[in-house]
């Protein structure tokens, strides 16, 4: 076993504190690196706030996690020692079922593993996260890492970069379509980028009016308030797609309104409350609601290659490890632009 620094939450209530714990010996096919730097995700605040139920104590959060291998496994390919590496939100999957055959493990219809807040699937112990120095990973969950990017903005790539650009590729995003973005924050930001880069127009449609310049400076080409009436009704039956990355309550009609005959809002934020949508806001144009999660282990790398291709990256705010949990407070305010990303250098 090797000992390992992190930071853990001991229960629901508690701020993060430092905690050392212990990580399984590299195996075969296991690749082990040191955790240069790891991103700070929306959902690593609902798990270690047990928001949605069933989350397992102590907690280490983080699964936007980027480093360099310190060592492999004897029967490891595909990395050697000193490249970068980088692990998402997935560190296993059955590897058995339709899903997974597909390269989809995200949808694993046995349950994939969690990078954290999940167990094994042998042993049954608990997985835990990026907030540490480093992770060992069965090689088939580990991304390979572009040299070329600077290495903090890439670690949201893993979580915030493919839930946005999975779905863009799945509905086969392009030119020529209208697409809107709602909500500017860690999801939103890499939306634009990645909606802007496939070609299409792309409409940041945000309840703050302070959010257009940058926006704009994302590559957004339009903007609209959503609380202004009159800019909504000027885009009402606009849009082919809308990718919804809010993760507060809303108005899910008025979100149908802006759609197309036939156009699909594709939900990727996750609301606490139950989304409420009346019949006929679906019926009326064949619109569509629609879900997407993460991306599977050969999208996520594909992502990260057009990524180091077209010098895409998150925009982030680094931060030491102490400082996470007044990270997590600014983060519930909507004061990031756009990524906390922690260096561990600081740990």
Known sequence: MSDVKGYAAQNATTPLAPWNFQRREVGPHDVQFDILYCGVCHSDIHQVRDE???SIFPMVPGHEIVGRVTKVGSAVKKFKVGDLAGVGCMVDSCRECESCKKGEEQYCENGNTGTYNSRERETKAPTYGGYSNLIVTDEDFVLRISEKLPL??????????ITTYSPLRHWKVGKG????????????????KFAASFGAEVTMLSTSADKEADAKALGAHKFVLTKDKEQVKGVRNYFDFIIDTVSAPHDYNMVQSLLKTNGVQICVGVPPTPMEIIGFSLIGKRRSVA??????????QEMLDYCATHNIVSDVEVIDIRDINGAYDRMMKGDVRYRFVIDMATL
């Open 177 to 192: 379509h209208k697409v809107g973005v709602m909500g500017l924050g860690g999801l939103g930001h890499m939306a634009v």
């Open 152 to 161: 903090a903005n890439v670690a949201p790539l893993l979580c915030a970069g």
């Open 52 to 54: 949605w139920g069933g």
């Open 291 to 300: 879900g997407s999660m993460i991306g599977g282990i050969p999208e996520t």
